[in-house]
């Protein structure tokens, strides 16, 4: 197994040789004194004392080490479920007012490829069913050209993804328009990255193809749960956690690229994604920043509670549902991630129940102390308890959840946690003002929606705001709901403009 590449992927910080020097003298020298003081001690000059603490010094030192080394490698929790997912393809863009040719694009992505490691990752699955990302030497990143096609177009090509674990999860399109501009277009697996990250990474193209400016690396961060900067510690549900991977432990299963083609190949099927956006003017962007001031709540609860009432106006049965908050965690960490594209993100599931026949004032009150309670770090270490789920665990759950198999023990759990049923009316993702370095100002005109399909989630909805500009798009299944139930949607949310 590889960790550093060619390109100067995951690249390890070397130590300057003085400070080095130091380190090692000051290392041998605790430990001289250290066994100064143990050889006073009787039970130390005992063999049969000294000789298993040691070993067992030594194991865990080792476990400490390798666990160190793999926590950057290794995908647990939803990262890892996206891997078994066939729905898992995230895509996202921007317009600039240059055309770079496809070597020129393949040269930066090798010039910003030490920033964002995972864009030269591929995913390993060893005989224990863990899945492991594992750099690779690569000079041609997967790069494809369109001339004059619509973005729309392009997401139907791509969101049926089916990737392929000996490739990077990621894809990159050149999208040729008139007057030598472009789109530039990213298709990843979800497993790599959140929306945020693409922008950061979409920033840092157009910063090097328009300055050749090379993005400065961050130390390698990955999510988990212990890394959250004020965790807890949740016994019981990592108890029933635990007795749960216990349960499928004796599973000959292990995840292939065949299994991943024909769950793929089944899932799509019956399954057609579209999206439709709609855009706000600054006048109108500046009118709803202004209502939600008004209102004491933030930006982000008052376009929440724009698309719940939204929603209500469709279905009466609105107010008995969940919706779905997506909230980013970079800031949640004990390491900053930075700008470092990867998956940083959780959803938080908020009950509607209790919301309607209420004043407006009144469910803007609700709604943002029902976000704030799901915002706290118990709430956060329990949205994130899937990452203690073993990956076996993760894999039957989606294979049953699509027919492919039907284990008792899974099914339950499927059953208890409504994955077999539609479930949020709708996921938003807010990913706030889009402020632009200034090293690509020149270049880039605009961004382009953030677009995926999630399964058991009737509507996601995704947002940002550019040049004073608020854009909402909402992507959804046509084989489930119509175009003009989304029509209604977004017509509504226009309506409730204040």
């Known amino acids: 197994m590889s960790f550093t590449g060619k390109n100067g992927s995951s690249e390890i910080t070397k130590r300057n040789s003085l400070v080095l020097f130091i380190y090692v003298i000051v290392k041998w020298t605790v430990i001289g004194f250290a066994g100064i003081y143990l050889q006073e001690l009787w039970w130390w000059r005992n063999w049969y004392f000294a000789l298993p603490i040691c070993l067992v010094a030594i194991i865990y030192a080792r476990k400490y080490q390798k666990g160190k080394l793999l926590s950057t490698t290794r995908l647990k929790g939803i990262p890892r479920l996206y891997i078994s997912s066939p729905d898992s393809t995230v895509i996202m863009g921007c317009e600039l007012s240059i055309f770079p040719s496809k070597k020129q694009l393949n040269d930066c992505l090798k010039k910003i490829n030490h920033a964002h490691p995972l864009i030269a990752n591929i995913v390993k699955i060893d005989e224990s069913n863990d899945a492991y990302f594992v750099d690779v030497d690569t000079d041609a990143f997967e790069i494809i050209q369109y001339k004059g096609q619509s973005y729309e177009t392009i997401t139907n090509n791509h969101l049926k993804e089916e990737w392929k674990l000996e490739r990077p999860l990621i894809k990159f399109i050149v999208n040729e328009l008139s007057g030598d501009s472009c789109q530039i277009i990213i298709v990843a697996n979800h497993c790599i990255c959140d929306g945020k990250s693409m922008v950061y990474l979409l920033e840092d193209i157009a910063a090097y193809l328009s300055r050749g400016f090379i993005p400065v690396a961050n130390e390698s961060v990955t999510l988990h749960p212990r890394h959250l900067k004020t965790r807890h510690w949740l016994i019981v549900e990592r108890l029933l956690l635990s007795y749960m991977n216990l349960k499928v432990k004796k599973s000959s299963f292990k995840l292939s690229q065949r299994v991943l083609s024909e769950v793929s190949t089944a899932y799509w099927k019956?399954?057609?994604?579209?999206?439709?956006?709609?855009?706000?003017?600054?006048?109108?962007?500046?009118?709803?920043?202004?209502?939600?001031?008004e209102s004491k709540v933030s930006v982000n609860t008052y376009l929440t509670y724009m698309l719940y009432e939204s929603q209500l106006k469709l279905?009466?049965?609105?107010?008995?549902?969940?919706?779905?908050?997506?909230?980013?965690?970079?800031?949640?960490?004990?390491k900053s991630p930075g700008r470092q594209f990867g998956y940083f993100v959780t959803g938080v599931r908020i009950s509607l129940a209790g919301f309607v026949n209420v004043l407006k004032s009144d469910t803007l009150k609700y709604l943002q102390i029902s976000i704030q309670r799901k915002l706290q770090p118990k709430s956060i270490s329990q949205g994130l308890s899937a990452y203690f789920l073993s990956p076996i665990f993760l894999d039957l759950v989606q294979l049953n959840k699509f027919g492919f198999r039907s284990d008792r023990t899974i099914q339950r759990f499927i059953a208890k946690k409504g994955a077999n049923k539609i479930g949020p009316a709708f996921a938003f993702t807010n990913l706030g003002v889009i402020e632009i370095n200034k090293n690509c100002k020149d270049i880039l005109s605009g961004f382009l929606p953030l677009v995926l399909v999630l399964d058991n989630i009737e509507k996601y909805v995704s947002a940002f705001t550019y040049n004073g500009e608020l854009q909402v798009t909402v992507c959804y299944d046509s084989a489930l709901i119509s175009k003009t139930y989304i029509d209604y949607f977004l017509r509504n949310l226009t309506e409730l403009l204040p």
Do not use: G
Not at 270 to 293: E, N
Not at 316 to 328: L, R
């Open 270 to 293: 019956c399954h057609q994604p579209k999206f439709q956006s709609v855009s706000f003017d600054k006048c109108l962007t500046t009118k709803i920043i202004t209502a939600a001031k």
């Open 315 to 334: 279905s009466e049965k609105a107010s008995q549902e969940e919706i779905m908050i997506s909230v980013n965690l970079r800031d949640m960490l004990a």
